[in-house]
């Protein structure tokens, strides 16, 4: 089944502590992209991934790390979490780059942290 | 920059009733537009898109027609089942490098029987 796998799902921390939440697609899509979604705010983009060792920032990147070691996976990293980024994290990734292409997304991870 | 507006919720319906949930843009191009669906507990679906002025585009009953005359991707629906409840997402992208989608904030729409 074609999908996107987010892990954890759900997490609370505290603040400082580093954390990673992992993403892996099985569609072997060259596209990958990090999302935050908060009330009022709808999605931001974070990072995005266009293939293999190339990474970008989107519109919100501050305080989060990404890499892309290999082509299906496409982790987000908190290095320092602070309680702004207490959130509900989606990834998803893409086949196409042109202006039609769809995302897919996981299924989100909500990160409280304290 | 470009930006998605659509209406605030949430849009509580009867069963059968029909449903209209506004969106409109803008963009300095010519963007690509898209009605995504989350329903509980799960992430984002594409649930249509139209990729040109005048295309409708439709999935499961819903519809929307990309106006450029009017910047607008108004999402219909002739008929709502309960099983219609979720929040409604308008986006746009303008595609090249970024393949960037940029989001409205989403219309919760509960469906009572």
């Known amino acids: 089944e074609a999908q996107v796998t987010q892990n954890p799902r759900y997490l609370i921390t505290v603040t400082g502590k580093k954390l990673t939440v992992t993403c892996s697609q099985n569609m072997n899509h060259e596209y990958m992209s990090w999302y935050r979604q908060d009330p009022g705010l709808g999605l931001r983009q974070i990072y995005y991934?266009?293939?293999?060792?190339?990474?970008d920032k989107g519109d919100v990147p501050e305080g989060y790390k990404v890499s892309r070691k290999e082509k299906r996976n496409f982790p987000l990293i908190l290095e320092s979490p602070s309680p702004n980024q207490t959130s509900l994290y989606f990834c998803?990734?893409?086949?196409?780059?042109?202006?039609?292409?769809?995302?897919?997304f996981g299924e989100g991870s909500r990160l409280t942290v304290l | 920059g470009d930006s998605v507006t659509q209406m605030e919720g949430p849009v509580t319906l009867s069963e059968e009733a029909f449903l209209t949930i506004n969106c409109t843009y803008t963009?300095?191009?010519?963007?690509?537009l898209f009605w995504y669906v989350q329903y509980p507990g799960e992430g984002l679906q594409l649930l249509l898109k139209?990729?040109?002025?005048?295309d409708k585009g439709s999935n499961k009953g819903f519809e929307a027609t990309y106006r450029k005359e009017t910047t607008s991707f108004h999402l219909e629906k002739g008929s709502v089942q309960v099983s219609d409840s979720a929040v409604y997402f308008c986006a746009l992208s303008e595609g090249g490098a970024t393949n960037k989608l940029i989001f409205g904030t989403g219309t919760l729409l509960a469906v009572q029987p």
């Open positions: 963009a300095t191009g010519y963007p690509s």
């Open positions: 991934s266009m293939n293999v060792e190339v990474t």
């Open positions: 139209a990729t040109k002025a005048d």
């Open positions: 998803a990734s893409s086949l196409s780059r042109g202006r039609t292409g769809e995302l897919f």
